[in-house]
């Protein structure tokens, strides 16, 4: 079953704009992460939002939860053509358990 | 460089045929996964282990064995029984010092021919 579900599928932005992606989840986590997948590759982990947490940056990343919607977004700023992936939310119930990851989400953006 | 290694990274199988795909570690993870990956279907959990000796199934096992004799190994064996096993296959481990993040391997792809 997968808890995750990103929106939208896809997006296309020009270089230089901002990325936004959207995550819903269903039931009560204890961290939401975000990781990245170039294509034909494996994923590479970006952020992690515990759920006490309401917003955390890194780099050109922010990510902010709710939990009330139970829901996330993840924010690219200043994206580049390198930011060209598919992105993906994962939600966990604790240390070394299982994460549920969602469908993904193809970002493509145009030089 | 430390990190997951999985091989083959292509690998052909004949109908019927049993293969394994390996994964090793060298993180000194104690948990480690396997994660099938179709187009548009994300991520599904075959087996994971969260120690040496011990495994459990994941959301889409049938077909599929696993073993854990090591701690730094996970092979993944995909069985005749796999009816449609053509997929992308991922590798990944984690620790409780890293939370719950998880590291992953680069893939390795099977196709059915």
């Known amino acids: 079953s997968q808890q995750g579900e990103e929106d939208p599928q896809a997006l296309s932005i020009q270089e230089g704009e901002n990325a936004t992606m959207n995550c819903s989840y269903k039931t009560s986590i204890n961290n939401l992460q975000w990781y990245r997948q170039n294509s034909g590759r494996g994923l590479v982990h970006l952020i992690l939002i515990r759920s006490n947490e309401r917003e955390k940056h890194s780099g050109r990343l922010r990510v902010t939860l709710d939990t009330s919607k139970k829901s996330s977004s993840l924010l690219i700023t200043a994206s580049r053509a390198a930011d060209t992936a598919s992105y993906f939310c994962?939600?966990?119930?604790?240390?070394?358990?299982?994460?549920?990851f969602g469908k993904g989400i193809t970002l493509s953006v145009r030089p | 460089d430390g990190g997951i290694t999985q091989s083959p990274k292509y690998l052909f199988r004949k109908e019927g045929q049993n293969v394994t795909l390996s994964c090793e570690q060298n993180l000194n993870h104690d948990a480690m996964y396997w994660y099938r990956q179709d187009p548009g279907q994300g991520l599904r959990l075959i087996y994971y282990?969260?120690?040496?000796?011990?495994?459990q199934k994941g959301d889409i096992a049938e077909g599929y064995s696993v073993s854990r004799e090591k701690k730094e190994s996970f092979p993944l064996t995909v069985t005749s029984a796999q009816k449609n096993p053509t997929a992308f296959y991922l590798c990944?481990?984690?620790?409780?010092?890293?939370?719950?993040?998880?590291?992953f391997g680069e893939g390795s792809w099977l196709t059915v021919v």
């Open positions: 990944a481990s984690s620790t409780q010092e890293s939370g719950n993040t998880i590291y």
């Open positions: 994962a939600t966990g119930p604790g240390a070394n358990s299982k994460l549920t």
């Open positions: 282990s969260q120690i040496v000796n011990d495994f």
